[in-house]
């Protein structure tokens, strides 16, 4: 067996956005959320993943998975592989915007259901040590849970530091998938006990995807690399024009080509061409 890197884009959404075998993310949304009893996903119906603007002006914004449960719950998750500014601002401004477009403008309150963002993100994002956390609205003195309707969960994956032998929640175990799933050639064990990642594993086999998911999954690597290169080049070009900045304000204190070289790193052609 041969498993795709779950982060790609492509295989994201044949493992969570299959309207054909939903099995995987339902087991999901329980082990993200800890749903139990009666509070467990049963069964979702997957929204269209282009959320379009409500009004004129608006930025379109592009879901990862959007489902609703069986109880009308609405669920938003989505992987970034790389933070960007405003990522706090724009997860609340997306849920919130799915909380109230579930009703139109004269209808009653009490038709609104509930709302969840779980987010997989291939960077830190709290600064607490738990790979895994969960976002409610309590009352700050008495920790007492009433505006229950939004909530957000995150998977950090570079906290996630647990090997396959200490696996003990349901979360453990997809986040070890979600991360390590290039690394095996083999479905663990632990996956036999859940029928939704079991069946995860299966579609993440290559030898079970066309040609043409193949060449889409290719595509989608090549073009997150591409990503990645300009965010380094921009970075980059950050650093370079903050040495240069630096150099100027040394020369007009007086100080020697040498000095400048040896702080800012650039060479002496670009600090006499200042």
Known sequence: ???VDIKNDIAFRKIFGNEKQSAPLISFLNAALELVGDKRVVSVTLAN???FPRIAGEKASILDVRATDQAGRKFVVEMQVAEKDGFDKRVQYYLSRDYSMQINKGEDYPLLNPAYF???LDFEFSKNGHYHSRHLILDKATNE???KDIEFSFVELPKFKLSLNELSTPIDKWTYF???SEELNFIPQYAQ???GLKIAFIEADKHNWSKEDLIAYDNASIAEQD???KITAAEKKGERNVKIYIAQQMKKEGFDTETIKRI???SIEVIDGL
Do not use: V
Request: proline share 4%; charged share 25%.
């Open 264 to 266: 800012t790193g650039l």
């Open 178 to 180: 979600i991360k390590h």
């Open 145 to 147: 849970h009433l505006l």
């Open 118 to 120: 779980i987010g997989i």
């Open 49 to 51: 993943p282009n959320l």
């Open 193 to 195: 006990d859940d029928e």
């Open 1 to 3: 067996m041969q498993f």
């Open 227 to 229: 990503e990645r290169g």
